[in-house]
């Protein structure tokens, strides 16, 4: 027999006969110190699915209640009420909620696609703590025209709407409000097994959202001002023998891509329709006491949104989030040094998953090279995690391969094509990381450990003196919550260690997240000859939850310290303590449904002791009774030092600063309301950086949903890094000379998203971003002397400066030509590019999917720094496009 769960949310008439309750005093609270229970009943008869509780199995259903506000007016009994009724079998959880809306004509229903956010709509949310640890929870939610939402909750309070189930939930509207009817099959819960004859108690939470009056209310009081929210659940009881199901699913998929491009009919590699059939399978497994083993062959991601433009003119890495399914369902369980704080420096990710498939490292091309073709993205040949909570564990572990990565090459001999050949642009790559977390104290106290590896085969020598061999992070971790969590305390120790080659580990030591050269830090020794490289990081936090809320942290990390392997992170080498006091009220008043205010600053310093960040920060922000919103942000910076600015060179004073922001939104139940944002920032320099953000949300109809997102960031820079130049000469800094320009730069793009809901099993999503950016490089300058921020203006204050007619700089730093000439290329550019995809989804059945998509990007530049909207905007459209058309078919599998 299949086993399933089923939940019924109901608010529709039928044989219940249910009332509608009067309406009671405002001014009436509620009770929010006890736990509240729901009992559930074993199913006695047939259930359909079809948003009505007629069937006489419901009316053997004990009802539950009481539901009061989260907000406004926290702890007031809910105007509308809602009932709750729970039901049972081998197979499934069946749960009814009617949810009574005194002016049903007024319900708000938007279809969107699934687990689709910012969408206007009154929605239920049934929550399940399935391992009743208090701390993870499974989410379903739907609205009244049907629109899905599944969501896995961890630590509390850390959602992950990428976790997919297969369940059933039919909708209705009726005179006395709306119904949602839940079939959940077992086989989609978290649980382990217990003796028979035994009762299994589980979390319970039921909450409802009544968009017109931007209300939340709920059965287990939360407010959010809370101190956490799995931890605050009821319970349900009475699950007699529910047997632990036996999950196994698989979705094996196929697609065909075809690739329109531009290029050469030279080119040997070069196809205008490159077609690339592929296949593939995921498969998750139920594993003894709750755990879940999860695999990938051959994974396709064509459907996910492509990632938005940059230009990154800093020596740091730019970060993108994840968008791959794979990866992102359950990556909270792979989560560390989450340590609970307002306000942080520095921001790591110890476990960062596009590592995996990532852009190959190598280059292909150079000298003698006269076509190379590359592939985009290293094949992820495999990967398995096996996650879950198993008797008060949680147990996160995955390993993924990706197999040697090969660019095809042709030579060139003189005018004649040379050899065709292959060439290696990324080793043969094993990625693991595993997470184990202990809760103690009911989840109010949890332990956990990490360990990551990242192994490369680099025998072949293309590979040895460019990429670390192997690569191991490891550390444990705490949270502590006091006095029901209204104080809590958290932190984490953790160490890395990488091997190489001696080049390798060279490299390591001189980029921009080390920079081991500094002339001027004694404390640091670059050393040529060392295989390995270590390093640590800590943090240790105190935080209080409630209406007053704030936190004080502590956190370093050593110079050697090297995550990028597997993890992210931007510099290493610094201590730093940083405070948060703030004050919410949810209370609604006669002007602010809700406000807050708020100040924090951050201190900052090297291992040296030379302090490299200063700032001291504040605002405040409301919701205004008519659900306008508004907020205002200031900050000063006083000057510090820098050991970054010179990219490796001595240390330089950064001037002092000031910023200010105010932000503000229209009332987002209206089918066309606004947002948007100003910011200016300035120096003592003379530096600024103004720009200006607005959204645009518009709801034409109740299954159309367009967002536009216009943004300009205009800046005046006063010290761009150009380059480094090595020279010995008496009147260089160090032996170096350290390049630097004004820099005017324009950047406009515009975010859009267009969702066409079609049912609530088809939709189309459509996203677009046009992108200009614009850089004016001018007075070329040379650092001067450490510690300060003089520069010398070549062809002003020293020597000359020539630029030819084929944009080719060249300086004559002393302008007497003692000192060695140097040139370098006329930096200014203009990046225009157009990046966009539109995916068509239809979910067939429960769990299987058809997707169509095409992807265009369009890619421009121009050695020109001027900034014209209209020209720029154009050239766009006039660029030859790459497009990428996908068909791919999942098909679900399971019991």
Do not use: C
Request: hydrophobic share 35%.
């Amino acid at each position: 027999m299949r086993r399933a769960l089923v939940i019924v949310l109901t608010a529709i008439p039928g044989a219940l006969k249910a009332q509608n309750p009067p309406a009671p005093s405002a001014t009436v609270t509620v009770d929010t110190t006890s736990r509240p229970v729901a009992h559930a009943a074993r199913r006695s008869g047939e259930i359909h699915l079809d948003g009505k509780l007629d069937e006489p199995a419901w009316q053997a259903a004990p009802v539950s209640g009481n539901f009061i506000k989260s907000y406004p007016k926290p702890g007031a009994r809910a105007p509308d009420q809602t009932e709750v009724r729970v039901l049972y079998d081998d197979a499934a959880l069946y749960v009814g909620i009617r949810l009574f809306d005194s002016h049903p004509d007024s319900i708000a229903a938007q279809l969107a696609r699934r687990d689709a956010s910012g969408i206007y709509s009154d929605w239920v949310h049934l929550i399940i703590d399935s391992y009743h640890d208090r701390r993870t929870a499974l989410r379903f939610t739907v609205n009244p025209k049907g629109v899905k939402k599944d969501v896995y909750t961890s630590n509390d309070n850390s959602e992950d709407l990428n976790w997919d189930a297969v369940w059933e939930v039919e909708t209705a509207v009726d005179s006395l409000g709306w119904v949602a009817e839940y079939r959940i099959p077992l086989s989609q819960l978290r649980f382990g097994s217990s003796p028979t004859g035994s009762e299994r108690i589980w979390g319970f939470q039921v909450q409802r959202d009544i968009a017109r009056r931007q209300e939340r209310d709920t059965w287990a009081a939360w407010t959010p001002q809370s101190p956490g929210f799995v931890s605050l659940f009821g319970d349900l009881r009475g699950l007699v023998d529910v047997p632990s199901p036996q999950r196994l699913e698989i979705m094996p998929y196929a697609s065909t891509r075809l690739t329109r491009a531009p290029g050469s009919a030279n080119n040997p590699f070069f196809h205008a329709n490159d077609v690339k059939p592929s296949a593939g399978a995921d498969l998750r497994y139920g594993l003894p006491a709750g755990l879940t083993l999860t695999a990938t062959v051959n994974p396709d991601f064509g459907q996910v949104e492509v990632d938005p433009s940059v230009v990154n003119l800093s020596a740091f890495e730019t970060f993108f989030p994840e968008k791959r399914p794979f990866f992102l369902e359950g990556a909270d369980v792979f989560s560390f040094g989450q340590v609970s704080l307002q306000n942080d420096y520095g921001s790591q990710r110890y476990f960062y998953s596009r590592r995996i498939g990532r852009q190959p490292q190598r280059a292909a091309g150079g000298p003698g090279v006269a076509f190379v073709k590359t592939p985009d993205q290293t094949t992820i040949a495999g990967a398995a995690k096996i996650t879950g909570k198993a008797r008060g564990w949680t147990v996160g572990l995955l390993d993924a391969v990706t197999p040697q990565e090969r660019a095809d090459v042709l030579s060139v001999s003189g005018d004649e094509p040379g050899t065709r050949y292959s060439a290696p642009v990324e080793p043969l790559t094993n990625y693991f990381v595993g997470r184990l977390k202990r809760d103690y104290r009911a989840g109010a106290t949890v332990v956990g450990s990490m360990l990551t590896s990242t192994i490369r085969d680099v025998g072949d020598p293309v590979f040895k003196d460019i990429l670390r061999s192997n690569a191991t992070f490891g550390g444990v971790d705490f949270e502590h919550g006091i006095k029901k969590r209204k104080w809590i305390t958290s932190g984490f120790l953790a160490g890395s260690h990488v091997v190489g080659s001696q080049q390798a580990i060279a490299s390591t030591q001189l980029n921009s997240s080390h920079y081991y050269q500094r002339p001027d830090a004694d404390y640091l020794t670059f050393d040529a000859t060392r295989t390995s490289l270590g390093g640590h990081i800590g943090e240790i936090a105190l935080a209080k939850t409630g209406s007053v809320y704030g936190s004080l942290a502590y956190k370093e990390m050593s110079p050697g310290l090297e995550l990028n392997d597997i993890g992210f992170h931007g510099r290493a080498d610094f201590r730093a303590v940083s405070t948060f006091l703030g004050y919410q009220d949810f209370q609604a008043g006669k002007h602010f449904r809700s406000f807050g205010y708020y100040g924090y600053t951050n201190h900052t310093w090297n291992f040296g002791g030379t302090s490299i960040y200063q700032g001291l920060a504040g605002g405040a922000f409301a919701t205004f009774t008519n659900l306008w919103n508004a907020g205002i942000g200031a900050g000063v910076s006083p000057a510090f030092f820098s050991d970054r600015f010179t990219r490796g060179g001595p240390l330089a004073k950064v001037p002092a600063s000031w910023n200010v922001g105010v932000n503000g939104g229209s009332d987002q139940r209206k089918p066309f309301w606004v947002s948007g944002s100003i910011n200016y920032t300035r120096d003592d320099s003379g530096a600024e950086f103004p720009n200006i953000s607005t959204t645009v949300d518009l709801r034409p109809s109740t299954f159309i949903h367009v967002s536009l997102g216009p943004s300009l960031i205009i800046g005046r820079s006063t010290g761009q890094f150009v380059r480094g130049v090595a020279d010995a000469s008496a009147t260089s800094t160090f032996g170096r000379r350290y390049v630097f320009a004004d820099l005017h730069q324009s950047t406009l793009f515009m975010n859009t998203r267009v969702e066409w809901t079609f049912t609530p099993v088809v939709s189309l999503q459509v996203y677009a971003q046009p992108f200009v950016s614009a850089g004016r490089y001018s007075n070329f300058k040379e650092f001067t002397a450490p510690r300060t921020y003089d520069f010398a203006v070549y062809g002003r204050d020293r020597g000359t400066i020539v630029r030819s007619a084929s944009g080719l700089y060249t300086v004559d730093p002393d302008g007497a030509g003692a000192a060695p000439a140097f040139q370098f290329g006329d930096p200014d550019f203009n990046v225009r590019n157009l990046r966009g995809n539109a995916v068509l989804r239809w979910e067939y059945r429960p769990g299987s999917a058809l997707f169509v998509v095409w992807q265009q990007q369009r890619s421009g530049f121009e050695p020109i720094g001027d900034f014209d909207v209209n020209r720029d905007v154009g050239a766009i459209f006039r660029t030859v496009p790459t497009n990428v058309f996908l068909i791919k078919a999942s098909y679900w599998i399971g019991r």
